[in-house]
């Protein structure tokens, strides 16, 4: 028998062409026949300065209807999260008809990045842990974080987490936190990695070297900060996860990528393989790597969505979470909030 599928986070805007049109509560009922429950709502008229952050493409045209009326942005629970909305939102669009891609009634955010700049925007006085979805993974200490209080941390997230399951990343000087990897949760799956740093020609990219089972997690730190540190072909043969944590993307590709996305019916796959970065990417694959980190706090939505693109042309999993980009113990992207003028006060 197939276990059933864990209801997930996942935010849907309701655009001021749905409500002009009448049609917004019959959305929301198929949304709840979808198996969405709502869990907030937050009804909003926007103005230019709140909406920009929020969009991967702030175009005239986008923020020109979303700021010209009625708008609501409710926060759901149900299958497959930001994926099921997804696929949900163009049954609703073909169902009601949209004639184009502005005025098109529903938007859903994207699992990471996107789902948690909007988290914080709308939905401030939610727990963050409470509302992280699949593309959360990853969760990093700061420098001076001892066991106690990493271990109180993850005592918080048991049971808390909608995800039930965190990885660990631990740089080789945190060796004194490997003792986490004794502790036993009622809730919370806890599985570790050592953050290796990559030579060469890789852009400062650092991998993830995931721990395999009974494998002594002071070993693999020491292994990984050794010198010369271990080959990622020699890592991925004796069966470790390989995730490339980190990428620095230039400017002007990040440039190119954005104006090819807002351009009318783009080949983003061929854009997409001209870049050096896919190069960088396709040449660490052949090395063992198998996941991307896609999403991380404080990087913008358009390198995020390139970051993905990447890992979908290596054919590599997409992840994301913390990246040590958070205070410390602090879970997910949500931790850093956006700036107060965006913030639009506690949700209905």
């Not at 917004?24 to 009804?43: H, N, Y």
């Amino acid at each position: 028998m197939k276990p059933p599928e864990v209801a997930q986070p996942a935010i849907a805007m309701l655009k001021p062409d749905a409500w002009t049109r009448g049609v917004a509560p019959a959305i929301l009922t198929m949304l709840r026949s979808a198996g969405f429950a709502e869990e907030a709502r937050r009804d909003v008229r926007f103005t230019p300065s709140l909406i920009a952050p929020l969009l991967l493409h702030p175009l005239p045209l986008n923020v020109a209807h979303l700021t010209s009326g009625f708008a609501s942005v409710h926060l759901l629970r149900g299958p497959g999260g930001p994926h099921g909305l997804y696929g949900l939102k163009h049954q609703i669009r073909e169902t009601f008809g949209a004639p184009d891609r502005v005025r098109n009634l529903i938007h859903g955010a994207d699992e990471g990045t996107e789902h948690h700049l909007q988290l914080a925007a709308f939905f401030p006085d939610r727990p963050v842990a409470r509302h992280c979805c699949l593309a959360d993974p990853d969760l990093r200490f700061d420098d001076d974080t001892d066991l106690d209080a990493a271990h109180r941390c993850l005592e918080r997230l048991n049971g808390e987490l909608s995800l039930g399951a965190v990885i660990v990343t631990l740089r080789p000087d945190q060796r004194r936190l490997a003792g986490l990897q004794r502790c036993r949760f009622s809730s919370l799956r806890v599985s570790f990695a050592a953050l290796l740093p990559v030579q060469g020609n890789t852009r400062g990219t650092a991998v993830q070297v995931h721990q395999r089972r009974d494998e002594d997690l002071v070993a693999l730190l020491e292994r990984v900060g050794g010198s010369p540190p271990p080959e990622l072909e020699r890592l991925a043969a004796e069966g470790h996860q390989l995730t490339l944590a980190e990428l620095v993307l230039p400017a002007p590709e990040v440039a190119e990528y954005a104006h090819a996305l807002r351009a009318h019916g783009p080949d983003i796959d061929h854009i997409v393989s001209t870049l050096p970065s896919l190069r960088v990417v396709e040449g660490l694959a052949r090395r063992g790597i198998n996941g991307l980190h896609a999403f991380h706090p404080d990087t913008p939505l358009m390198e995020a969505e390139l970051r993905s693109d990447l890992a979908r042309l290596a054919g590599l999993q997409i992840t994301g979470g913390s990246a040590g980009r958070v205070p410390g113990g602090a879970f997910s992207l949500t931790a850093r909030a956006l700036p107060p003028s965006h913030r639009l006060g506690p949700a209905v």
